[in-house]
Structure formats: C-alpha cells, structure tokens
C-alpha cells in the first residue's frame, strides 16, 4: 500500500514562509515524479509544482514562480515545497502528488492533502 503522507501546513501572515513535507512509503520513490497541487472549495485542483526523477527537472504554476521551491530527497523519500512570500491567494489545501509508470502504465497517488491559510 503506498502511502504519502503530508505535513508543515499552518497559518501564516502575508509575506511569510512554510515549508510542507511530504513522506511516501515504498522503494519506488526515486522513479517517480513528484508533485504539490493545491484546491480551494468551488475550483479545480492545479499544480503548483513538479520535480522529476533522476535530473530533477521543476515545473512551476505561473502563480508561484519565483517564490515557491520544489525539492526532493531520495535518501528519505521526501519531497518538499518551500514557499515564500506568501499571500492571501496562496490559501487552499496543498496535495501531495506522486506518479509513476509501471509496465506501460501510469499509476498515480495523492496524499490527504495539508490546509494552508495566508491571513493577518
């Protein structure tokens, strides 16, 4: 059973920093790309960030770029996303995200998801 499992979300004033974790069980970690979306109640979920396996390319949503860092440690199967210059908009709940091809197909897993709220 592979699980990912979430965690640093908080309440943060605007312009302020968090950093989320995220930790997936299994040996298939490295070979998988790893991702952050996030989701606020009435929108569709969009991805906020993306690393790949092996040369760790980053993927940014326009929104984030320049302020949010995605980084992974295969060491500890971990993922996160360190968010900077945070603002109202920012608030949702962030997804953990992990995909990964086996035998031509696609299989992908979703943590439970970590609330996040920028307010003063």
């Known amino acids: 059973q592979v699980q990912l499992v979430e965690s640093g979300g908080g309440l943060v004033q605007p312009g302020g920093s968090l950093r989320l974790s995220c930790v997936v069980s299994?040996?298939?970690?490295?070979?998988?790309?790893m991702g952050w979306y996030r989701q606020v109640p009435g929108k569709q979920r969009e991805l906020v960030a993306s690393?790949?396996?092996?040369?760790?390319?980053?993927n940014y949503g326009d929104s984030v770029k320049g302020r949010f860092t995605i980084s992974r440690d295969n060491s500890k199967n971990t993922v996160y996303l360190q968010m900077n210059y945070l603002k109202p908009e920012d608030t949702a709940v962030y997804y953990c995200?992990?995909?990964?091809?086996?035998?031509?197909?696609?299989?992908?897993?979703w943590g439970q998801g970590t609330q996040v709220t920028v307010s003063s």
């Open positions: 299994g040996s298939f970690f490295r070979f998988t790309v």
């Open positions: 995200n992990a995909k990964r091809v086996l035998g031509g197909i696609e299989y992908a897993y």
């Open positions: 690393v790949t396996p092996g040369s760790g390319i980053t």
